[in-house]
């Protein structure tokens, strides 16, 4: 993960856009030097977020970062996701920017986030990608995600979201546990392998110390926290950590 400093506009923001991209590109060359196999970019420090949708100035923003990324490793996949549930922006800035994938929030089954109801969007967001010709990103969707009450969908279980997601048409599943930088719970990863025939990824709290708990059921792991100073999101990137979970996975 490459939490992208705070954009123009949001209530945290403090760096020019030069420096914003720079910060991004060095953390992106770190990752590659240290040997991860895709990167994805986050306005993660944009808090509080929109619900939604984002202005013109954060699409135009993240599309100049997301670029200077992929220039910078070019061989890697790279996604992106804009908090909070634009997703249309993120696939729009993903074809500008020659990305490889979105990570998409309530594509199938509304919950509600600390933002407001999250509405589905698997209908609109891939009439979308039609329209403007990218059919090759492909849309990574949370279920049950976390920061989200799921009250309202209580009777429907995780591995029934899941095959939700691929009836929709979505590429990957992601799982989650309940906040930034807490594990899944091991029952839900199994819930939803059973349930999809989708690449699952797990998008929260996977760490050296529990990553062999979860090798053999998860087919890839979106890491942020883990890979930072002092083991949280805001931190920056400290290739000892990264080096040492990759060690871990490998072992």
Excluded at 40 to 56: A, I
């Amino acid at each position: 993960m490459i939490h992208v400093g705070a954009l123009p506009g949001t209530p945290a923001s403090s760096q020019s856009l030069r420096a914003i991209e720079a910060q991004a590109v060095r953390e992106a060359r770190l990752y590659a030097s240290a040997g991860v196999d895709g990167l994805m970019l986050e306005n993660m420090h944009d808090t509080p977020y929109l619900r939604g949708q984002v202005g013109p100035e954060i699409v135009a923003a993240m599309t100049l970062v997301a670029r200077a990324v992929k220039a910078a490793v070019p061989t890697l996949p790279c996604g992106i996701q804009i908090l909070a549930a634009a997703n249309r922006e993120a696939l729009a800035v993903a074809l500008a920017a020659g990305l490889d994938f979105v990570r998409a929030e309530g594509f199938a089954f509304a919950h509600v986030a600390d933002e407001g109801v999250i509405q589905s969007c698997a209908a609109d967001l891939l009439r979308y990608r039609r329209a403007i010709g990218a059919e090759h990103v492909q849309i990574w969707a949370d279920v049950k995600k976390k920061h989200s009450s799921h009250a309202i969908t209580a009777d429907v279980g995780i591995g029934e979201t899941a095959h939700a997601v691929e009836f929709m048409r979505g590429d990957a599943v992601i799982v989650t546990g309940a906040v930034t930088g807490d594990a899944p719970q091991p029952a839900d990863v199994h819930a939803v392998k059973s349930a999809t025939h989708l690449p699952v990824y797990l998008g929260s709290g996977v760490t050296a110390a529990n990553i062999a708990s979860f090798r053999a059921t998860a087919d890839g792991f979106i890491v942020g926290s883990e890979f930072k100073t002092g083991g949280h999101w805001s931190g920056a990137v400290d290739g000892k950590r990264v080096r040492r979970f990759l060690a871990a996975l490998r072992k």
